[in-house]
């Protein structure tokens, strides 16, 4: 009988120096051991597509319209922190509660940017109303 394959094997590491000769990674004031970043940044190859980590952020707004409008217009900053948006969502019962879906290409450039100091400040012009509830997946 033969024996199964996994449905989720890891890719052979054909370029080890960039996971292991860097250290640490700064960004944005925050650090980070490079190997975690590195792990969580990385493609990793499940039955037939790369997959990335993720970043799920949940927070209500005082108006949608106006808090999407800024939102969108921050696109570029959040890709410059290896943060690619896969789905904005509304809570169907509340829609001013809303759940952003990031595929997170760079941890440590992701982690700087969500914990920088702008980034509470865009949240208060675009009318945030709560604390965000922020989670890194893999």
Known sequence: MPVPTPLCAPVP????AIYTNIAETAAGGVTFPCAEAAWFSRGRYCTGRFTMGYLLVRHKVKEFDEWKHVF????EAQRKAGLR???VMRNAYEPNEVFLLFEVL???????FVFSPEVPR?????GVVDKPDIY???
Not at 72 to 75: D, S
Request: aromatic share 8%.
């Open 13 to 16: 590491n054909h370029y080890p």
């Open 136 to 138: 890194f997946l893999t």
């Open 85 to 87: 948006i896969d789905k």
């Open 72 to 75: 969108e217009a921050h696109g």
């Open 106 to 112: 760079d941890l440590a450039k992701a982690r700087g």
């Open 122 to 126: 865009a949240q208060a012009e675009s």
